[in-house]
């Protein structure tokens, strides 16, 4: 335990990350799509931080822009991208029980489960039904929180029964039982690395560690029906993931072809890091194991974070491993960094 942080360093640099996000979020093209996924991550990391930190300044913040939007989903009825950020409205009606905060997303997920959609899970872009479930494995950290949250809130078994349904639908469509990682898609199931490896993307698997850490963290703690299989699947998850770290911190795009993608890439790293930690604070992983791997990997986030704050190697919008330059950033890789920091903050000194 002696290599950890010390809380004030993890919190400066959180800090500086974090009001140069707020800063430029303007600037950002995606800020314009103030409802979607792009900034429902962001959001989801600014609520652990404003908890964290205590300071009203981040809660305000959040609450100005939702207020903006009158706390409203996406357009689309079923996408999973749509109602990422009904996860943040819920923490925040967790804290302020405001009706105006919860009643968009009551109504949009109640619609959802009564009329559920029958798509394909063979995902294909041409055709809008073949995403109308969580046929992509980042759906997994975009939606089943927000169904654990309304459980939670409410007792009310109908959202945890179809989230779970929907949630082992995707496990056994995408889920490698051999490898323990999830496929991006359908897409990839055939196609492979230049090493003759499966594809299994990194921010995609990021995205899965994240979702399952949310679950566990927004489901009752007494929940005896469906978090076995939910902390079963994490630890999997982890310890494949703890194995699949680069020497220098990082993973990289391409879990098992990192010599095809040699640059850090930081949204899938930040994203392992905030699953591997909040693991080890609430004792689901065995620090002797986990936090030599935590610890690396947060070293790295940090080293990928500029004088301003800009939070470097993110790799763009996209479905599959990708080249990433220094310069890069986005708004989900600065929330995956402050939910790691977050976790980083209960570790440390």
């Not at 974070?305 to 600065?334: F, N, S």
Request: hydrophobic share 40%.
């Amino acid at each position: 335990m002696n290599n950890l942080p010390q809380k004030t360093d993890v919190m400066q640099v959180a800090k500086k990350v974090v009001d140069w996000q707020i800063k430029v979020f303007n600037d950002n093209p995606y800020s314009q799509d103030s409802k979607g996924w792009i900034a429902g991550a962001l959001y989801m990391g600014m609520f652990d931080w404003a908890e964290l930190s205590g300071d009203d300044v981040y809660f305000n913040w959040l609450k100005k822009i939702f207020g903006r939007q009158y706390w409203q989903v996406g357009d689309r009825m079923y996408h999973a991208d749509d109602v990422c950020v009904a996860q943040t409205y819920l923490d925040l009606y967790t804290k302020y029980k405001e009706k105006k905060m919860i009643i968009p997303t009551l109504a949009r997920i109640d619609w959802v489960i009564a009329n559920p959609s029958m798509g394909s899970m063979e995902l294909d872009y041409s055709k809008p039904d073949t995403y109308e479930r969580w046929s992509w494995c980042d759906a997994l950290f975009m939606a089943p929180g927000v169904y654990t949250r309304l459980y939670t809130l409410t007792g009310d078994k109908k959202y945890m029964k179809y989230a779970h349904k929907e949630f082992l639908t995707t496990y056994n469509h995408l889920y490698d039982q051999e490898e323990h990682l999830f496929f991006r898609d359908s897409r990839y199931f055939k196609q492979k690395e230049a090493n003759g490896k499966k594809i299994f993307w990194g921010r995609g698997n990021g995205w899965v560690i994240g979702g399952l850490s949310e679950i566990l963290k927004t489901l009752p703690a007494n929940d005896k029906k469906y978090r076995p299989f939910y902390l079963q699947l994490y630890k999997q998850m982890c310890e494949r993931l703890a194995a699949l770290q680069c020497e220098d911190g990082y993973w990289r795009a391409s879990l098992l072809d990192s010599q095809s993608y040699p640059s850090p890439e930081t949204s899938a790293t930040g994203f392992i890091v905030y699953g591997l930690a909040y693991g080890i604070n609430q004792g689901f992983l065995p620090a002797e194991t986990y936090l030599p791997v935590v610890l690396k990997g947060w070293q790295a986030l940090v080293n990928a974070v500029e004088e301003d704050g800009k939070l470097g190697w993110v790799q763009p919008v996209g479905a599959d491993p990708r080249k990433v330059t220094r310069e890069m950033t986005e708004l989900y890789g600065t929330g995956a960094f402050l939910m790691a920091a977050c976790e980083m903050a209960r570790l440390a000194k």
